[in-house]
């Protein structure tokens, strides 16, 4: 079930709230949870229910692990965390990675393999990631001696379960043993409408149009055909697309959960705003990011092993966080890509010339490199495989030529001298109001407030100390007439799209 | 602003729904792009989005006009039989041709057709590809706008899906914007249901005219191209027999066509190791017709191939500019059109004196072997001069 499908918006949701009232009331705060946690449950199964004894039975486990790991003076935790994250990374592994590393064997030693990947679960990326995280909480001794129905809630909250945010366990048990009055609060629905409307119109109306610049070019027979303006369209409609349909599903999951009084943390903050990989890693997907830091980075070591040891660990750890997302090279090569350009960035930081720059009125020349370089990141992310993703950066710099409308060649004769080619057909590419559609979707992602600044005052994600500061923003939510009359207009022009569902690509990793 | 209650908060969001609701309403209502409604608020002959959403559009366009007389078949049919030919006994005429409808569709939308009013003649003209197994529908293609079930038992043929589509999405009201500023340029089709020609002539030519068109699909095959499959559907002769059993039933002047194809096309199907198969068809739709004719004890439907290696299947292609008997390999002209019309429609004498492999021959189990035979010593002539001209 999407969030931007007719069934979750007219029927799951008004059910699974109606049922958390009912339950509120029949028999308090535990049985809602326990209501939210069955719907949940319901909200996976309507996927594929195939795969939800797999859910339950991993969320059974790691409970059981997390509860014997949390009593203090029983030996054997370093076994039992050991074999938990065997456990979890297996079954990741397993449905995810198996044919992958098969068919890489097979090819490596030059033998046929035809083996078919499994059904990769739903969210088994994301619920792995979650699990191992209580696991790693419990062995820390932040003991949260959580009941099974909070833990289920936990893992299977249908606001993240599907595409995150990974949440920590401090970051959302405590919140569910916190005693309310109601099940709802008014304010909590306000505010989780506006959200959940902001949300689906970044995904409806902004993603899903410029979707349509993305697949003719990524997905074209002949590479070697693609013009340069066609290859560049595609690569920027795909860094807008996956910037607007994986900010909608943050400001949607936020919202949600707001909605039954549950704060999630903030995963996304404006990345393209960054003006350093650095940065943009800070504002990126920003619990994947603390994840990896936290229990992959440190763990090998971080940055107190030397510098030789510290660039090795970070290339590691991107490569790692790049396969996360797919079993594919070009997600590890995408993961290498970002942990290179961290690299760069790091030395030149440290460098007495990056210093000088750092004091200089540069910040456009940074943003635009930032840019550019996350860019090229995504053609790399994207592509359906490695040649295609080259031959495609190709096309970007110029290597199958720089061909533009025959008539701007009619118009600026000059530009022959260059080697520019005139060309009548285009795959993506349609002129000037294109041009105005980019224009206006770098306005949005550079001059806007996201969601999270807009809501700051009525919304504090868990992760808040993680996340980059607020600053100053004049646009801030209040509950006034002004802003529910432009909530219900964009949350009805976003449903209006309803016609056309499409998965937010998040869903896929 | 005050602050407002948050309940009060959620009245004013409400109201925000509210206005955006009525004006998209409004406006497709004003604009009527799929035809949903019988009269539109603003005149508007051009809908182009009949060209996009052709099967909703032409379900609902039926059922307004209630025709007596329809053609069938695809988008072959479509720009190439008008509506507004001389031949037409019974009107109003309105062109059920569906761009890429397999045989199931065409005997879907006649049941519908027929459900809507009092259809009294029909011209289906028969494309081979619609024949072959599994041929499967359009994505746009939905049963319950039709009139009837696909046992021809009556429902109410209303989808909600077409009028929530069609009333309450952002695609309709792009459509509504593009139905009221559509003027005479882009003019797709015909209220009558038929392709505008005119649009696709001009677009033909600024891509390089016909021969730039014939080469295009040539390369790019398209659905309508010969495919892999190597049989003829039981499914789709059955939906045949349908058609010609609801026109019987229904006393519905019935005439069909095996739909002329350049000769291209025809050694597109030979080339794909379809040629068999082809004849097999030519053979099925005789025995199916004559078939039927037994069963009822009357005349047979009156079923004329206009296929084959003569004159004008073998018509070439300018280096610039228009042919005058094909669009491209598959569509035929309403010219060509106009002349399967006069033959179809008009007195059988002309069909029975036609001689074998020539334009419009009137086929049934005694002329058919001749017919194929006619085929086979055409095709081979043309082979021989094809090869000698290279």
Known sequence: ?509 | MRSQPATQYLVFMLLGSAVVLVLVLSLNRLANPYCLFANDWVPHENKPETFSHSRLVKANQVRHLRPAAVVLGSSRAESGIDPRHPAWRHHPVYNLGLAGARIYEVMRYFQHASAAGEVKEAVLVLDFFAFLEDSGVAKDFREDRLLTDRDGALQTGVSWADRISGMLSWDACIASINTLLAGEAGFRHLANGSRNTAFDIDRILARGGAAKAFEALRRGGGSLMPGTTSRLGEREKSCFRTILDLARKEHIDLRIALGPTHVEYLEGVAAADQWELFLDWMRAMVEIVEEEATRSGVAPFRLVDFNGYHEFNQERMPEKGMAQYYFDPFHFTPRLGSQMMDLLMGSPEPLKTAPPGSFGVLLNSNTLDLQIQAYREHRVRFSKQRSRKE
């Open chain 1, 1 to 509: 079930m999407l969030f931007n499908s007719a069934v979750f918006i007219f029927a799951f949701l008004p059910l699974a709230m109606i049922g958390f009232g009912l339950a509120f009331r029949r028999g308090g705060l535990e049985l809602a949870w326990a209501w939210l946690a069955l719907a949940s449950v319901i909200f996976y199964s309507w996927w594929n229910p195939v795969h939800t004894p797999l859910l339950l039975a991993s969320v059974s486990v790691n409970y059981w692990l997390g509860r014997r790991l949390s009593v203090p003076d029983q030996g054997g935790h370093k076994w039992l965390l050991t074999t938990g994250v065997v456990v979890n990374l297996g079954l990741l592994g397993g449905f995810k990675y198996w044919n992958f590393v098969a068919a890489n064997f097979a090819a490596l030693f030059d033998q046929p393999w035809d083996g078919a990947s499994p059904e990769l679960p739903l969210g088994i990326s994301f619920y792995t990631f979650h699990q191992l995280t209580y696991l790693f909480h419990c062995r820390a001794g932040h003991a949260q001696c959580a009941s099974f129905r909070h833990y289920l809630l936990y893992v299977t909250f249908f606001p993240q379960l599907i595409a995150g945010p990974i949440v920590r366990p401090m970051e959302m048990l405590p919140q569910l043993r916190t005693r309310r009055d109601s099940a709802f609060r008014w304010t909590d629905i306000s505010i989780g409408l506006t959200l959940l409307s902001i949300g689906l119109f970044k995904k409806m109306v902004v993603a899903d149009y410029v979707a349509q610049w993305v697949g003719p070019v990524f997905d074209h027979g002949e590479a070697a055909d693609v013009a340069f303006l066609d290859a560049w369209v595609a690569a920027l409609s795909y860094t807008f697309q996956l910037y607007f349909d994986f900010s909608a599903y943050s400001d949607m999951a936020l919202g949600l959960a707001k909605m039954f009084g549950v704060n999630l943390p903030g995963n996304f903050f404006s990345p393209y705003k960054a003006c350093s990989i650095v940065d943009f890693w800070r504002r990126w997907h920003i619990t994947l990011s603390l994840f990896l830091r936290d229990y992959l980075y440190i763990p090998m070591g971080g940055n107190r092993k030397g510098e030789l040891r510290r660039c090795f660990n970070l290339l590691v750890v991107m490569f790692i966080g790049g396969f996360w997302h797919g079993a594919g090279w070009t997600f590890g090569i995408w993961g290498l890509w970002h942990g290179v350009c961290l690299l760069v960035n790091h030395a030149w930081s440290q460098s007495r010339p990056g210093k000088l720059w750092a004091r200089l009125p540069v910040s456009a020349l940074s943003w635009a490199l930032t840019f550019l370089v996350v860019t090229i990141g995504w053609v790399l992310f994207r592509a359906p495989g490695i040649e295609r993703a080259f031959s495609l950066l190709s096309s970007m710099f110029g290597g199958a030529g720089v061909q533009v409308p025959a008539n701007w060649l009619k118009r600026m004769p000059w530009i022959e001298v260059l080697g520019i080619e005139g060309r009548s057909e285009w795959l993506v590419f349609s002129g000037a109001g294109q041009v105005f559609a980019f224009a206006a979707l770098f306005v949005v992602v550079l001059l806007l407030p996201n969601s999270l600044q807009i809501m700051r005052q009525v919304v504090v994600p868990p992760n808040a100390n993680a996340m980059p500061a607020s600053g100053t923003v004049r646009l801030v939510w209040e509950p006034t007439r002004k802003w529910a009359l432009v909530s219900g207009v964009i949350l009805t022009i976003a449903l209006l799209h309803l016609g056309k569902v499409s998965e937010f690509l998040y869903f896929q990793f």
